[in-house]
């Protein structure tokens, strides 16, 4: 570990991947069908997005796992070189309504695109997975909407624990299979049960500080005095998230995640929140919850949230989220900013010269105005979504360095404060 | 003048403007709502646009040109720092079928978006662009379609030539007011007519060689040694050009250039072509035209066209062009390549890991394949258009650069056959 805060459960560390590291906690910005809407990797890249998300449901249906391993895998076909994380399309898939069935076995479901069937099960999830060459693969776990009964919730948890194991198994036979093929060239033979993990945490009573100016930069930079210990910093293989279920109670989230851990995963994912539950109620799952798994392990928070959520998830002790707000809200004229949320659209900036967020410095906020921005919005101009997605990406991606920052430098509370006092 | 190629009429000249230096033959993107579709001003100035084209009409609707005025202008709304062009209105106001009816005041028109009754005359559009702040301002003219009869086209031609006299009387009384307002300040008094014009033009027999290495770069550099010769090097004020009219009927068109040299511009375009008249009488009028306007002022061929014709009219002494082409296209997922037109979005490219063009030097070609652009379009990610846009003006403009080199270099001739050859 880099820094745990002492006035919270936050903590700094560093994901060791395939394709890099990535510092922690760490946002995900999402890239549905391999590519961040609006967005060229260039300006990805010049932001300083450490890690993408990308959604397994959509690419399998189009242009296939199979092509895009044709093509040599994902990183290649989209020309990133930088982590990815793909999601297992479980939630894809469910989200479909009346689209989807769930059995023992795994779902069926029929495509958005064309209504052809398909069937999704754990072991396929790992396959398509595998093919897109992700450095961090998830389970198929099944996620329940908001509100469902304590039956429904319990029994969505306890097929997920069932999933995850044959996930496990498949992932295990397939890594070693590939390994075999590799024979001895292959230089992390019998690591993966180690692998991945937030660099350093295995040892709960180390605090490295580390000098600020490594912490501004967008990629991370190492040197050689800083004594990150990691079971394997430089793993090749992909690593495997486990997911915790149980909607918002605590004793099945506590029966999910024992089941995670005692199966053992090189990471583990929160899932099944933010989907229309009291925010309160989030936050105090996601801190029950974290408490519960491996300290020397990345937690996963998917799909949240805004600004504010950054902060107070990190805080709870969560090291990589995720969410489609920055992108989507960023289409329909709306920015997040300094100030609170923006919808840049509304007619009272149409002679505004002002930038987007005059605390910000991303290169929108350096160089065009409110008011041209919200020309290109009422004009329909595709620059619009662009310039909007790249601010949005910036001040999220600011806000965990921000976050990072505060952690390292002791004084979280005073970043988590500032939230809280927030209109 | 740079250079003048020995073997055709082509020619390599500076246009100077209030927002800096041009290197002609130029090819100007289109920006219609003060955005070329799906670029950042950013990118237009990576890939080297040295002057873009804004519509008048469109900013005239939508935001207005009073609250672009008021915003300090185009350049600044839109956060250009180069060279603008705006057209007169006219073209677009003609375009709305059965919205427009033309008088000999000027010409009504409802608005494409609202319905709401509009009036432009040779006064109103100069008072638009003026208040748009564009480096190159269009006079309104008639431009009417392909085929049109002798009496329509000449009808058109002759109010063109009367609106041209009133919006010259315009723009020099507008001009005069400005400079009495600045007072002796004003650095350029009297010298709008002499103002800007191509480099050096006027010495008809004189030809600088420039070295190479000043015509690789998109934005022109220029060494104290250079010996540019220009009435006004460093005009402070927008320029005005006429319109030559006349359809493909060269007694017209000759009648037209007189009265327009009799006026007085300070550069020349050819209008009503590309209309959809048979590429050969394109050529014939442009060739034809070019020669009765005066060399040492810039023309500008309007809407024109694929890149063969950049190299054809160029051969024909051409200094400016502008169309739509490669931005549509790119958007309908065509891209223009050494090798000929590709459409990407076919399913033959589905596998195909290769640039968008193996002979391109730009930064999607050195990056993204054409597997992944084709996936692009077919999934409907806006980065389709990003890419294969950004690409096709890079095509455009680089063209353009080889075109001004061969000028240089004195060997337009061998361009000119390759471009003939070719399928």
Redesign the interface.
């Known amino acids: 570990m880099i820094a745990r805060d002492p006035s919270s459960r936050a903590r700094a560390g560093l994901l060791y991947t395939p394709h890099g590291i990535v510092e922690t906690p760490a946002f995900m910005p999402v890239g549905t069908?391999?590519?961040v809407?609006?967005?060229?990797?260039?300006q990805l890249e010049e932001i300083g997005v450490g890690m993408l998300l990308a959604n397994t449901y959509?690419l399998y249906l189009?242009?296939g796992h199979e092509?895009i391993r044709?093509?040599?895998g994902l990183h290649?076909?989209?020309?990133w070189p930088r982590p990815i994380l793909t999601d297992s399309g479980g939630f894809q898939v469910m989200s479909l309504k009346g689209l989807g069935r769930v059995t023992e076995d795994g779902v069926w479901f029929r495509s958005h695109l064309d209504g052809s069937p398909h069937f999704l099960s754990p072991e396929k999830a790992m396959e398509i997975q595998l093919a897109l060459g992700a450095d961090i693969l998830m389970i198929l776990d099944e996620c329940v909407e908001y509100p469902s009964s304590y039956e429904t919730t319990r029994r969505a948890m306890q097929l997920t624990g069932r999933w995850a194991r044959r996930a496990k198994d498949y992932y295990d036979g397939e890594l070693a299979r590939i390994e075999d093929s590799r024979g001895s060239g292959f230089g992390v033979r019998g690591s993966q049960k180690e692998g991945t993990g937030v660099g350093g945490l295995e040892d709960e009573d180390e605090k490295l500080e580390t000098p600020n100016s490594k912490l501004e930069a967008g990629r991370p930079k190492f040197e050689a005095g800083d004594s990150l210990r990691t079971p394997n910093p430089e793993p090749r293989i992909p690593t495997l998230f486990g997911i915790v279920q149980g909607g918002v109670d605590k004793s099945l989230r506590r029966e999910s995640a024992a089941e995670m851990v005692e199966i053992g995963f090189q990471g583990y994912a929160l899932g099944g929140l933010s989907v229309g539950e009291p925010k309160s109620e989030t936050y105090d799952v996601v801190e029950s919850t974290a408490e519960l798994l491996p300290p020397d392990r990345p937690r996963y928070l998917m799909g949240v949230g805004t600004p504010e959520d950054l902060v107070e998830c990190a805080a709870r002790g969560i090291d990589m989220m995720d969410c489609v707000m920055p992108t989507r809200n960023a289409r329909n004229g709306t920015v997040f900013t300094s100030e609170g949320k923006v919808v840049v659209k509304n007619a009272r900036y149409?002679?505004d010269?002002g930038p987007l967020d005059p605390a910000c410095g991303c290169?929108v906020c350096r160089?065009?105005?409110r008011?041209?921005i919200r020309?290109?919005f009422?004009?329909g101009?595709?620059?619009a979504?662009?310039?909007a997605t790249h601010h949005n990406l910036y001040f999220y991606l600011d806000t965990m360095r921000k976050i990072r920052h505060a952690i390292r430098s002791g004084d979280y509370n005073k970043l988590w404060s500032r939230v809280r006092a927030a209109p």
């Open positions: 069908s391999a590519s809407k609006a967005m060229t990797q260039e959509h189009r242009p092509t044709a093509l040599g290649r076909f989209m020309s149409a002679r010269d290169s160089r065009y105005s008011s041209y020309h290109l009422v004009a101009e595709m620059l979504a662009i310039l």
